[in-house]
């Protein structure tokens, strides 16, 4: 067996478990070195104990994606056991909780965007110029989700995160090209995984206080909603081995529910209908020949 994998080696955040651990699983089966990392420490050592007994190249490394300087340890340790870096996989994500507007719990908005959004940028930042030095190239997978193509009502932190890697990733894409490091964002919808659970591994800084917290009452038709759709969702093995078929063909947007894809054309389309309405307005309609300023 021979790919463009082989031999190389990628970082995974959240590998103890759910995605990110089906996504090592793939990546190994395909030849690579995996540095597995996550802040569930027993779960992180059972999952990479199960990888090493196939056989695989696998090294598991504590890690609180919030907190940069454990990245740089876990860059430290994959280069340490394996040389080079290749590959950083932002996989680690929570749920957050589902609400009204004016029942988000602050600490629960700052956990959701620090571990998704925060996060994500750390992982990159710590990995990306192990990546570029050594001149081979690369991948960056983002993970986010389809909740961050469409808003949806009672689960703004969430969402609003997800957008973020969306928006993350589309800036890096043309940034990372000229060092030939491809970058993708995964967009999945439900997949059956332990997502509506993420308060197990909430960490103690985001503690709310007693006064603070919301009626659980009031919570929880969204959190079983939230259970139900998950259950439902598709397997990981199913995913992983989509994110590999889109990965050896260059996707940038990595989507594994095909159906989903009238939820983003009905976004799209209302946005085209917002632009022809711009168009023509008599305030701004005549800068339609204006030039497009980017940079
Ligand atoms: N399951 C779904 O339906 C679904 C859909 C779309 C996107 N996603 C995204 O997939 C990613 C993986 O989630 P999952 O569904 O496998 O959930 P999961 O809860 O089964 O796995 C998440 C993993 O991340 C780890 N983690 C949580 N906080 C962390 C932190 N601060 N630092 C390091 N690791 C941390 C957990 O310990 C766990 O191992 C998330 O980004 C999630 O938002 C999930």
Not at 122 to 132: E, F, H, L, N, S
Not at 203 to 213: G, M, S, V
Not at 230 to 235: Q, T
Request: glycine share 8%; charged share 20%; aromatic share 8%.
């Amino acid at each position: 067996m021979s790919n463009e994998f082989m031999g190389k080696t990628a970082i995974i955040s959240g590998a103890a478990g759910g995605i990110g651990l089906a996504i090592a699983e793939a990546l190994a089966e395909q030849g690579m070195n995996i540095a597995m990392a996550d802040i569930d420490k027993a779960a992180l050592i059972a999952s990479g104990e199960a990888l090493q007994a196939k056989g695989y190249n696998v090294i598991t490394c504590s890690l609180d994606v919030t907190d940069y300087s454990q990245w740089e340890d876990v860059v430290a340790n994959a280069q340490d056991k394996f040389g080079k870096v290749h590959m950083v996989v932002n996989n680690a994500g929570v749920g957050g909780a589902s609400g009204k507007i004016e029942d988000a719990e602050h600490e629960t908005w700052r956990w959701v965007m620090d571990v998704n959004v925060t996060g994500v940028l750390y992982g990159a930042q710590a990995c990306i110029p192990v990546i570029k030095s050594h001149g081979e190239g690369g991948w960056v997978l983002n993970v986010a989700s389809m909740a961050g193509m469409m808003g949806m009502p009672y689960a703004t932190a969430y969402c609003a995160s997800k957008a973020a890697v969306v928006s993350m990733t589309e800036s890096w894409i043309p940034e990372l090209e000229p060092h030939h490091i491809h970058t993708s964002v995964l967009c999945p919808a439900f997949v059956k995984t332990r997502i509506h659970e993420s308060y197990r591994n909430r960490q103690e800084k985001y503690a709310i206080a007693p006064d603070k917290r919301i009626d659980k009452e009031k919570l929880k038709a969204g959190a079983n909603a939230a259970a139900m759709a998950v259950e439902s969702g598709i397997p990981t093995e199913m995913l992983a081995k989509r994110v590999i078929e889109a990965l050896s063909s260059k996707q940038h947007y990595i989507f594994t529910h095909p159906h989903y894809r009238k939820v983003a054309m009905g976004r799209f389309k209302a946005i085209e209908e917002a632009f022809v309405d711009a168009e023509e307005s008599p305030v701004v309609g005549h800068l339609i020949d204006e030039d497009i300023i980017t940079f």
